[in-house]
């Protein structure tokens, strides 16, 4: 009789275990609200939710390893340049992107997009041999043909800008989608880029660069953000919190592009 109590009460004991250890490992919230939690925290407060990665890596590890990453890449202290630095490759592993900003109801660029380009043009005489990414899509609305990567490709050709050093990405709407389109062309069929440098306005330049660095490490990409070159612009303004909803729209933005449903938050 004491055997057949002991070996219930064993047998009770395991179970109990078991179902301990399969509620400690099922998910308390969702990835996206965690990630959700973590950059909005960031945004708000200026620091980072260790709490809240730890438990991210505890139900997520991959996401919990790429969120890590991308919130020490925000968390570094930024610099702003009006030229790109010394130092960044020689040949065409490097890549320029200039980042494409609305244009004139006739397709007519902006005096803001071509002080960007200006910018680039600066750039493109300081590295000769890198790669120059325009990214940007169909923002005239009395021209439907025209787009802010394409303008911009005329207008670098225009000053004798080769054209076999031109990428454009001519469909994106946001600057979500100027990080995930970009990547996508770089990915496809420029595989010998390892390092980008962002050319955009002065209040843009933080978005632009940790919207890039952190897609390509979503994407478990070799690239790097390398630098930044900044026009000055006249007005303009950088919000932390635009920045953490735009952070989180890059998975949602990912997966619209890989299904063919669009994101409906993505503008």
Known sequence: ??????????????????????????????????????????????????????????????????????????????????????????????????????????????????????VALTASKQYPHAMIACTGGGTAAGDPAATEAGKMAEWLMAQHVEPDRLIVEDRSMTTVQNAVFTLDLLGESYPNINTIVIVTSDYHIE???????????????????????????PKGSFSRMALAHALMRLPRETAARDTGIPDPAGR
């Open 207 to 233: 978005t632009g660069c940790i919207l890039f660095g952190a897609e390509a490490i979503l994407r478990n990409l070799d690239i790097i953000v390398g630098g930044n070159a900044a026009y000055d612009a």
């Open 1 to 118: 009789m004491k055997s057949g109590k002991a070996l219930f009460a064993v047998v009770i004991c395991l179970a109990l275990a078991i179902s301990f250890k399969a509620g400690c490992e099922q998910p308390a919230v969702p990835e996206s609200a965690l990630i959700e939690q973590i950059v909005t925290s960031y945004a708000s407060s200026g620091e980072k939710d260790v709490q809240g990665l730890a438990q991210l890596s505890v139900y997520y590890p991959a996401a919990g390893d790429q969120w890590e990453r991308i919130m020490e890449l925000w968390e570094t202290p930024f610099t702003i340049s009006s030229m790109l630095p010394e130092g960044l490759p020689e040949d065409d592993s490097l890549c320029i992107v200039v980042l494409g900003y609305q244009l004139n109801p006739d397709g007519t660029m902006r005096e803001e997009l071509i002080g960007r380009l200006e």
